[in-house]
């Protein structure tokens, strides 16, 4: 798993004198005296444990570790907010409500301090709240063309939730409100537009957030509105590529746009196309910053202007951009496919005594007025090569995608990824959480709901293609 390392062992005491098998599951995205920066990882952890016959019959030990800079004890913080969370699930399940505060304080009376600041106290409504809000959307691929068949069901009619959490959503709306001023409008008792399908009415449930509003604000810096093609379709100011600063250098900007994700095996960078020498510049100093190797052009070549093109077009011939430094990039390798254009550059600043390489990927099937590429095959194909090329580097940095605003296309093609690499690694697929999770890094990402349909389309391609069990790894 992407955020979950599983050890299997097999015990033995000397005073039992029997062997017993203990599965550890490592959950690695959380630290210490926080709360975790969204609640998809978690819950799905607890989803596949509550399957576990072992975990439900139990016991089960819950434990975490605090920084030796904390002056709290160990095993309270995390680990409280773990359990209330699952705990509070059977109740929500059982009683058809949930008493967190009740739930808690019941937990201090056992253990002290349990749960150990506000921020994870929150998590645990916000929690609740996202999985009422949206359910298990999570699928096994052996159930996903059923799940699939269903969603695209034309006599659709919506379903009323099979507990009613109204009076718990109000009370987790108005805590997380008062704690978080700026945070979007929820209003559970709202209805939405009517869908004609299930997918349909899954994709506006995307709407639907307890998410504070993300802030823009190096984006919209008055020396930075300038390096942006667009004004909505720039990064989030919490996952903005940072570009290194120059002692000395009259450009004093970090800014490119430019977000980073965090992603499954891999991160991924989501990038606009750039649009003058300078952000050609920028471009370059981010792949050497970020050690990139491979680069995924969604948009058209035929859109670029001349001064656009931060990439050499002749064979053997050298291209340079110069600021601080002066950076020359050279082509030494192309190849034509039916569906892409890959390229080898080299390239080296001033500084540097030798030549790094970079490949990059030019995707031919998505014309520049079309919503979604022209096949889920052409895609699935350049996805699947990209990630080969990445895995020959054991230092490879982030995937980048660009395109033109940096997020129409590259919000699809990163879904897809994500979502065939969890497929490959554990047999699940979740397009809803993916879509929404990446919604979340930047702005402007699956504004279309035929992207969103284009995902899932994508799956069962590639599951039908290749023939796909779920016994497969």
């Not at 209003?187 to 997918?199: L, V």
Request: net charge neutral; with cysteine.
């Amino acid at each position: 798993m992407g955020y979950i390392i599983v050890h299997n062992e097999d015990l033995c005491t000397k005073l039992l004198k029997k062997v017993r098998h203990v599965a550890q599951y490592h959950y690695t995205s959380w630290n210490d005296l926080q709360a975790p920066e969204c609640t998809t990882g978690l819950l799905r952890f607890l989803s596949k444990l509550r399957r576990l016959d072992d975990y439900i019959r139990g016991p089960v030990v819950v434990h975490c570790s605090t920084s030796h800079l904390s002056n709290y004890s160990a095993g309270v913080g995390r680990t409280g907010t773990f359990i209330a969370i699952d705990g509070l699930l059977d109740q929500c399940v059982e009683e058809g409500k949930a008493d967190v505060f009740g739930f808690v304080s019941e937990m201090r009376k056992q253990r002290n301090t349990m749960v150990q600041n506000a921020e994870q106290y929150l998590f645990i409504y916000k929690a609740l709240a996202e999985w009422y809000m949206f359910g298990e959307t999570d699928v096994e691929v052996s159930q996903f063309r059923e799940h699939y068949r269903v969603l695209n069901e034309s006599q659709y009619r919506e379903q009323q939730p099979v507990i009613n959490l109204s009076s718990s959503l109000s009370a987790v709306t108005a805590v997380v409100q008062r704690t978080t001023p700026k945070l979007q409008q929820f209003n559970g008792t709202s209805t939405p537009e009517r869908a004609s399908t299930a997918m349909e009415a899954e994709y506006k449930r995307l709407e639907r957030t307890l998410e504070p509003r993300r802030t823009c604000n190096f984006a919209h810096k008055p020396e930075n509105v300038c390096k942006n093609r667009s004004e909505n379709a720039v990064p989030f100011d919490h996952c903005r590529i940072v570009l290194p600063v120059v002692i000395g250098s009259v450009y004093d900007s970090t800014y490119i746009n430019a977000s980073l994700i965090k992603g499954y095996f891999y991160p991924y960078i989501l990038a606009q196309d750039p649009m003058n020498d300078e952000t050609c510049y920028d471009f370059w100093c981010m792949i050497s910053e970020q050690n990139s190797r491979a680069i995924v052009m969604l948009s058209s070549e035929s859109e670029f202007m001349p001064a656009e093109k931060y990439w050499p077009t002749e064979m053997g011939r050298t291209k340079t951009f110069e600021r601080d430094s002066e950076v020359s990039i050279k082509l030494v390798g192309e190849e034509l496919f039916s569906t892409f254009t890959l390229r080898k550059f080299t390239y080296k600043f001033a500084k540097e005594k030798t030549y790094r390489e970079v490949m990059q990927y030019c995707y031919l099937c998505w014309p520049a007025n079309k919503i979604v590429p022209e096949s889920t095959e052409s895609l699935i194909d350049l996805i699947s090569r990209v990630l080969s090329l990445q895995s020959d580097f054991q230092e490879a940095g982030p995937i980048i995608l660009h395109s033109r605003d940096g997020s129409f296309k590259t919000g699809v093609y990163c879904c897809v990824s994500l979502l065939l690499e969890r497929l490959k690694a554990e047999n699940r697929i979740d397009v809803f959480q993916t879509v929404r999770s990446l919604q979340q890094k930047r702005p402007l990402m699956f504004t279309k709901f035929e992207q969103y349909a284009f995902c899932y389309t994508a799956v069962i391609d590639y599951l039908d293609t290749f023939n796909y069990k779920s016994t497969n790894n």
